[in-house]
């Protein structure tokens, strides 16, 4: 426990340190569709992905394309058409308010006043359900931040899927043994997602079969967090530069987490990353041992192998439903600092797109 607090001490001192670079570099302007400015966050630079430069946001990208085809979660052809290949399904709300830009919306949940930036993609016409994903920033930062820090905006705009990214209460969030307030007051943050999808589902014409889960350093653990607890309303999820922690001190890091099913996991991690360890330590597990964790988790068998579409990622060859287990690492690299050079937020959705709820 005293190794933990002390890890989690000093991620908050990186990530106060670091969040004077991320407004130096990015500036407080209002989301628009601009460019994107550069940002920093918890311990590694990284430019987003946006176009020519504007008054703050990210550049537009293309219009929304389809897809065919792909295996759905139980690994039989999917066969459909819509943003790349899964299948689901969505009813679209005849009073449907969205359209496409960006907003900052407050719900209640909780019994707390909770907030969250909402991207709808170009191309959006709110007559095809379209997915989600979910997008948590790290200790100390903000959706905001996060949303010019990891590109998925971009992507979001090319492939026709809709973002969100929350604030988590304090900057933090609960996913089991930290982090902040969000974990020392016990923050129902499970509870504030599904509140968010529902709200969306009556905003927007959303897949709620597609709804998917990311995010860097707390917002990882935040992604593993709803694998864990909310495999109902997830389909799939990509943590970046974190570990499972979502058990009691004493117990596994990840040794209370019992899905619903079995649940796609892709992770991304750096081998140079200093404050979440790529090998492990007292606070964390590593990866290749929170791989083999959710291998377990997701009963999957054989030995590891390498994706054929990425060298740098290995996976399970066999897991329960059809579902993947997936670790992409990254050589070097920092933390929450490796967007641009792996590409993470385009070899993300290229996996978590091949998936839906059952």
């Not at 209002?30 to 946006?50: E, H, I, R, T």
Request: proline residues 4%; glycine residues 16%.
């Amino acid at each position: 426990m005293e190794s933990t607090h002390s890890w989690m001490a000093t991620a908050r001192r990186c990530a106060i340190g670091f969040m004077s670079v991320w407004i130096a570099a990015c500036g407080s302007s209002k989301v628009g569709n601009g460019g994107a400015g550069g940002s920093a966050l918890a311990g590694g630079a990284s430019g987003s992905l946006g176009g020519a430069p504007g008054s703050g946001g990210s550049g537009s990208g293309g219009a929304v394309t389809t897809g065919s085809g792909g295996r759905g979660q139980g690994g039989a052809d999917a066969g459909a058409t819509g943003p790349d290949a899964a299948t689901g399904t969505g009813a679209c709300p005849a009073m449907a308010t969205a359209r496409p830009g960006d907003m900052t919306e407050t719900i209640t949940a909780g019994g707390m006043q909770r907030t969250f930036l909402r991207h709808i993609p170009n191309g959006y016409t709110g007559r095809t359900p379209a997915p989600v994903v979910f997008d948590f920033h790290g200790l100390s930062g903000t959706g905001m931040q996060q949303s010019n820090l990891s590109g998925f905006r971009n992507v979001a705009d090319q492939k026709g899927f809709i973002m969100v990214w929350p604030n988590g209460v304090d900057n933090s969030w609960n996913v089991g043994r930290c982090c902040g307030t969000a974990q020392s007051q016990n923050i129902d943050d499970v509870g504030f997602v599904r509140a968010i999808i529902a709200t969306l589902a009556q905003e927007a014409c959303i897949d709620t079969k597609r709804v998917y889960a990311t995010g860097c350093s707390n917002g990882g653990g935040m992604s593993y967090k709803l694998a864990c607890d909310a495999a109902d309303v997830i389909a799939a999820v990509a943590p970046v530069d974190f570990d499972c922690v979502t058990a009691t001190t004493g117990a596994a890091a990840c040794g209370n987490c019992r899905p619903a099913r079995p649940i796609t996991e892709i992770q991304f991690r750096a081998t140079g990353d200093q404050l979440v360890s790529y090998t492990g330590d007292n606070a964390f597990p590593g990866a290749q041992q929170n791989l083999t964790t959710w291998g377990q988790i997701n009963m999957c068998t054989g030995a590891t192998q390498a994706l054929p579409e990425n060298a740098g990622c290995q996976e399970f060859p066999m897991c329960g439903a059809g579902v993947e287990s997936v670790l992409c690492t990254i050589q070097g690299g920092s933390h929450c600092g490796n967007y641009g050079t792996f590409d993470i937020a385009n070899v993300a959705w290229t996996q978590l797109a091949k998936f839906a709820l059952p």
